[in-house]
T-cell receptor, first 114, second 113 residues
Framework: QKEVEQNSGPLSVPEGAIASLNCTYS??????FFWYRQYSGKSPELIMFIYSNGDKEDGRFTAQLNKASQYVSLLIRDSQPSDSATYLC??????????????FGQGTILTVHP | ETGVTQTPRHLVMGMTNKKSLKCEQHLGHNAMYWYKQSAKKPLELMFV???????ENNSVPSRFSPECPNSSHLFLHLHTLQPEDSALYLC????????????FGEGSWLTVV
């Protein structure tokens, strides 16, 4: 069973702090990795994707990938109350399909308190 | 405004009813998906259509029947559902030209009574 594991939280951080969200995956051949944000009652919204080992930064968000450890993380700097949401990690497994076929984690609930 | 639109946004149906969910993507993508999101469970992939051909059917009960008449439209036909089928049904699309990043619609909240 190919799985994606996330700590369901809730993770609570104060406004202005760094929020660190973690994800591990079981399929060692996985090729691409995605972070989605989902507000309560809404659909998932893509934040970032990462394909290569290392860090990828986009504004206040940094995705980190370590394929050897099968680990991907999302850092949110200067966290704001509006960042409070569920963050979903998704992995596109190995297989060479011509379409996306994401396996999602259960999501981590993040709460940023003023 | 999302590039993937779903209707209806909310649906309540009895177990003997037949209804359909509709999805339309305006992004020029060539793959479309149905996902199911239930409380306390990860998003589950139900069906994938790539170039209008069904390429994935993840052991979904036959009471769910997808239809993809063209690359922009996707339907999910529902009949004789069970209360445990109540969930958020998400349509999504992607393109092989843009790395197959998946973009979701707003979802259809389904309640089976």
């Amino acid at each position: 069973q190919k799985e994606v594991e996330q700590n369901s939280g809730p993770l609570s951080v104060p406004e202005g702090a760094i929020a660190s969200l973690n994800c591990t995956y079981s399929d060692r051949g996985s090729q691409s990795f995605f972070w989605y944000r989902q507000y309560s009652g809404k659909s998932p919204e893509l934040i970032m994707f990462i394909y290569s080992n290392g860090d990828k930064e986009d504004g206040r968000f940094t995705a980190q990938l370590n394929k050897a450890s099968q680990y991907v993380s999302l850092l949110i700097r200067d966290s704001q109350p509006s960042d409070s949401a569920t963050y979903l990690c998704a992995v596109n497994p190995a297989g060479g399909t011509s379409y996306g076929k994401l396996t999602f984690g259960q999501g981590t609930i993040l709460t940023v308190h003023p | 405004e999302t590039g993937v639109t779903q209707t209806p946004r909310h649906l309540v149906m009895g177990m003997t009813n037949k209804k359909s969910l509709k999805c339309e993507q305006h992004l020029g993508h060539n793959a479309m998906y149905w996902y199911k999101q239930s409380a306390k469970k990860p998003l589950e992939l139900m069906f994938v259509y790539s170039l209008e051909e069904r390429v994935e059917n993840n052991s979904v009960p036959s009471r769910f029947s997808p239809e993809c008449p063209n690359s922009s439209h996707l339907f999910l036909h529902l009949h004789t559902l069970q209360p445990e089928d109540s969930a958020l049904y998400l349509c999504a699309s992607s393109s092989t030209k843009t790395g197959n990043t998946i973009y979701f619609g707003e979802g259809s909240w389904l309640t089976v009574v």
